[in-house]
């Protein structure tokens, strides 16, 4: 990459300024960089466009291709895509895609309101929404794909508010199930607040919660910026099943965005649900993005 090509030369020089921060950078994080900051540009310009909500005309799929042609046609529930913190539902447009083409027949992305000051009322507005989802499209559940907040709000709603009667598969991207340090200057929003580690919205997560049915995989980066410590991206409950896949080679504007992430969210959207409430958590995977 001809960025990384450009930054190589001064990486002896900004390990000598900045020792504490960046005596571990290394070409993978210059390549993470470059690509955070070509997300973000594409990301500003593709922003207007999903600032209203989604009309039901907007979700019609697109034709799936022709390897998924061949396969057996069975019924999938409905994708509802659920965006993070100050952004909205034009960060799954490369996403939303990519599940069309691979038969996805049903998928929706929501908005939440950027004025949302509270993950508890988040999470009950998300379930009205799946609700009239479900009475819609007469499906029993959906899954979720949650990036960052979304992911938060979407586990709130499952966890505390019954959610998982409704919600098969939760996949969350960089999302912070334990909290997160970051940026401490940011204090000043009400949602950030819930988002640091000793909130009480962290502590309602913590508690237990037997029987839930809901399958959660994790998807967490050792490039992620806004996850402190990285972990927190991790689900370690004792009453949840959760897989948490480690990606290597991406940072958090990259998880819904990367072409090898999102087959792996395919790969757990498509996986059988046939383990029982209660039964411990699959073994942990990894995904590594060159």
């Not at 965006?83 to 027949?105: E, T, Y």
């Not at 505390?160 to 334990?178: C, E, F, K, Q, Y």
């Not at 909130?199 to 980066?221: I, Y």
């Not at 649900?273 to 073994?283: C, F, H, I």
Request: hydrophobic share 40%.
């Amino acid at each position: 990459m001809k960025v990384t090509r450009v930054l190589m030369p001064f990486l002896p020089l900004c390990q000598r300024l900045l020792p504490t921060r960046l005596a571990g950078l290394s070409v993978a994080l210059l390549k993470a960089t470059a690509l955070e900051i070509a997300i973000l540009t594409g990301h500003l310009l593709l922003y207007p466009s999903g600032i209203i909500q989604e009309r039901r005309g907007d979700a019609d799929p697109l034709p799936p291709s022709p390897d998924t042609a061949r396969l057996p046609t069975e019924a999938k529930p409905p994708v509802v895509l659920l965006h993070g913190f100050i952004d909205n539902r034009s960060v799954f447009v490369l996403l939303r895609r990519n599940l069309a083409q691979h038969g996805r027949q049903q998928i929706e992305s929501l908005n939440y309101s950027p004025l949302t000051c509270d993950i508890r009322t988040a999470a009950e507005l998300l379930g009205r929404h799946i609700d009239e989802i479900c009475d819609r499209t007469g499906s029993e559940r959906v899954d979720i794909v949650g990036h960052s907040l979304g992911g938060l709000i979407a586990r709130y709603y499952v966890q505390r508010l019954g959610g998982d009667l409704r919600v098969r598969t939760l996949v969350t991207l960089g999302t912070p199930h334990a909290g997160t340090r970051v940026a401490p200057l940011a204090n000043a929003h009400p949602i950030v607040r819930q988002m640091r580690p000793d909130s009480e919205v962290m502590e309602e997560l913590s508690r237990p919660a037997p029987g839930c049915r809901t399958r959660f995989v994790s998807f967490w980066s050792d490039l992620d910026h806004l996850m402190d410590p990285l972990e927190t991206a991790r689900i370690d409950h004792a009453d949840l099943r959760a897989d948490n896949v480690q990606v290597t080679g991406v940072g958090h504007l990259a998880l819904p965005v990367h072409p090898a992430v999102a087959a792996g969210i395919r790969q757990a959207l498509d996986t059988p649900d046939t383990a029982l409430p209660g039964a411990p958590a699959a073994r942990a995977g990894g995904l590594t993005v060159a």
